[in-house]
């Protein structure tokens, strides 16, 4: 391939791809820049498709599907073991031209390229470099590629004199427009009405525009050779020397600024009361009243419900109604959308099933503060991000919190969701923590320590089911620990689930003994539990015997 036929886009640009070794690519997404949130795993519309900014990877490597332009083969650095026999086998990228080749195949040595020595496979081939092209590249690889300076002009009078910096000839330019500015008024007072007039105009356009045209670095229109006069009759002139320096006025006069209105808050009008008849098409109203319809609704699914919203004005206002909707099913969707969650806070549901949605902390956050009378809440399977808003948000009626399976749980984050508040203050009725109303609780298959039962066990202590399946490090310490005499579930408890608990033991099941109120004790899946023991725990039993429709399941009639 010639040079001439080589031209800038001869080669096409490859996308590199992570090179999966680097501190960026290891890390998980941070799940709080603008493409975490658009992201549909963190609640998103997952339209930009773009990785997190912390996960930008600093070193890309080519494809696996790149190959030399001239010979075909991709790179084969692998199969010798000499430093230069291994550049000469390795594909480069060129950043000029965007040519991959093996830098064997161009018959050059490695002295006539420039490395770049932050991305690998990366250089200036000896083609571009021979020919004097430049790469637009900037940051890092600046140092190879820049410009070789201007030499500077000669002039007719003498030798060359060296250009100022650009920072210096705006400071210089700034300075003398100030000094011109400065003169006006002088020479504005000995003039006629007319032409004052005409000069304040143009004064005041110039003290708006002028320091503005020098910060941003544009050149003031400079006179010709000639005298230009301005509709005054004068011309503005260099400080102390008399040369022109810009027509007088700069431009047209801007249009005047419309006053600023002052600002107030439209909220809208409050909802008008709901009718309490069904209006008919005959102008007469329907027999049965609103309490009637509402008993009749109230035997109606939510699809039901749907469709009958459709009906009329009337209906759709009535089916609004939270009575209709004691609970609501938004489980596995991939997105929560705004209309969804205006659509779950207008009908003001006692229990919420968000279990494996890609609820965000923010919609959670927006949710909780907007259902007050919240009773039972499912966010099994959500990402702990997420769940981490029910640490600032209000629960005063909450009574079931289901929070299986829900990776990456730490002792510090369920300290945040268990103890009170910061603000709070002892006296006040939270200060047990923001569980204290919970009666029942979900933590299975979450990673929960013996230091996070202990806070459990002080600030949820009107607990009367407990699942703990499938926590790896719940033993028979942690059944001592519930059953102790100072815990408040000793009394409480009635459903107890430890199932798949493999750490705990035959020692631990007499302490199953101390809670009396204890009606459901499941053990199944405990490979260190042997069926003859949970046979004679059920025989005794807490006061009266167990029954055992399974094995090392055991149940009590109340």
Same mark, same amino acid.
Not at 19 to 43: L, Q, S, W
């Given at each position: 391939?010639?040079?001439?036929?080589?031209?800038?886009?001869?080669?096409?640009?490859?996308?590199?791809?992570?090179?999966?070794?680097?501190?960026?690519?290891?890390? +998980?997404?941070?799940? !709080?820049?603008?493409?975490?949130? !658009?992201?549909?795993?963190?609640? $998103?519309?997952?339209?930009?498709?773009?990785?997190? /900014?912390?996960?930008?990877?600093?070193?890309?490597? /080519?494809?696996?599907?790149?190959?030399?332009?001239?010979?075909?083969?991709? $790179?084969?650095? !692998?199969?010798?073991? $000499?430093?230069?026999?291994?550049?000469? /086998?390795?594909?480069?990228?060129?950043?000029?031209? =965007?040519?991959?080749?093996?830098?064997?195949? %161009?018959?050059?040595?490695?002295?006539?390229?420039?490395?770049?020595?932050?991305?690998? =496979?990366?250089?200036?081939?000896?083609?571009?470099?021979?020919?004097?092209? +430049? &790469?637009?590249?900037?940051?890092?690889?600046?140092?190879?590629?820049?410009?070789?300076?201007?030499?500077?002009?000669? &002039?007719?009078?003498?030798?060359?004199?060296?250009?100022? &910096?650009?920072?210096?000839?705006? %400071?210089?330019?700034?300075?003398?427009?100030?000094? /011109?500015?400065?003169r006006v008024p002088d020479t504005s007072s000995s003039s006629s009405d007319s032409d004052s007039d005409s000069d304040s105009s143009g004064t005041s356009l110039s003290e708006d525009e002028a320091p503005g045209e020098a910060r941003n670095g544009r050149r003031p229109a400079r006179g010709s050779s000639g005298e230009k006069e301005n509709r005054g009759g004068r011309r503005a002139v260099r400080p102390g020397t008399g040369g022109p320096l810009l027509s007088w006025p700069l431009g047209p006069a801007p249009p005047p600024r419309p006053p600023q209105l002052e600002r107030h808050v439209v909220r809208p009008p409050p909802r008008s009361p709901e009718p309490d008849t069904l209006p008919l098409a005959a102008g007469s109203d329907h027999p049965l009243p609103r309490a009637a319809w509402l008993r009749v609704f109230q035997h109606l699914g939510p699809r039901e419900l749907c469709i009958c919203m459709r009906v009329c004005r009337t209906w759709s206002r009535w089916c609004y109604d939270k009575r209709l909707w004691p609970r609501m099913d938004l489980s596995r969707r991939k997105s929560l959308t705004p209309p969804m969650l205006s659509g779950v806070v207008r009908r003001q549901p006692r229990a919420l099933d968000l279990s494996w949605t890609g609820v965000s902390k923010k919609q959670l956050m927006w949710l909780l503060n907007r259902l007050q009378g919240l009773q039972e809440l499912v966010l099994s399977g959500c990402s702990w991000l997420s769940v981490s808003a029910l640490g600032s948000a209000p629960l005063p009626a909450l009574r079931l919190l289901d929070l299986r399976w829900i990776e990456d749980v730490k002792d510090s984050q369920l300290r945040e969701l268990l103890l009170p508040p910061p603000d709070t203050k002892p006296g006040q009725t939270e200060s047990r923590g923001r569980l204290q109303g919970v009666a029942e609780l979900r933590l299975a298959g979450l990673e929960l320590t013996d230091a996070s039962l202990r806070l459990l066990l002080r600030h949820a202590p009107q607990l009367s089911a407990l699942d703990l399946s499938h926590c790896a490090h719940v033993g028979d310490p942690s059944v001592h620990l519930l059953t102790a005499p100072t815990s408040p579930l000793r009394e409480t408890l009635v459903h107890l689930n430890l199932a798949g608990c493999h750490r705990l033991t035959d020692h631990c099941l007499p302490l199953f003994r101390r809670c009396p109120r204890l009606r459901r004790l499941d053990l199944r899946s405990c490979r260190q539990l042997s069926p003859e023991a949970c046979a004679r725990l059920a025989a005794a039993g807490p006061p009266g015997p167990f029954r055992c429709p399974e094995e090392k399941l055991l149940l009590k009639d109340s």
């Open positions: 391939m010639s040079s001439s036929s080589r031209g800038p886009g001869a080669g096409a640009r490859r996308r590199r791809t992570r090179c999966r070794r680097c501190r960026a690519c290891v890390r +998980t997404e941070c799940g !709080d820049c603008h493409f975490c949130r !658009d992201m549909k795993k963190f609640g $998103g519309p997952g339209r930009m498709k773009q990785s997190c /900014l912390l996960r930008q990877c600093t070193a890309p490597v /080519l494809p696996h599907t790149a190959v030399c332009l001239l010979c075909g083969e991709a $790179g084969k650095e !692998d199969t010798v073991e $000499g430093e230069e026999e291994k550049f000469g /086998l390795s594909l480069m990228e060129c950043t000029i031209c =965007n040519e991959i080749v093996h830098p064997g195949c %161009l018959k050059m040595g490695k002295a006539e390229g420039v490395i770049n020595a932050e991305i690998p =496979n990366c250089w200036e081939c000896p083609r571009c470099t021979q020919e004097g092209r +430049t &790469s637009k590249v900037k940051g890092g690889r600046e140092r190879h590629l820049k410009k070789k300076p201007k030499p500077p002009l000669a &002039s007719a009078e003498g030798p060359a004199v060296p250009s100022p &910096s650009p920072q210096r000839e705006k %400071l210089e330019r700034f300075k003398r427009m100030c000094q /011109l500015l400065e």
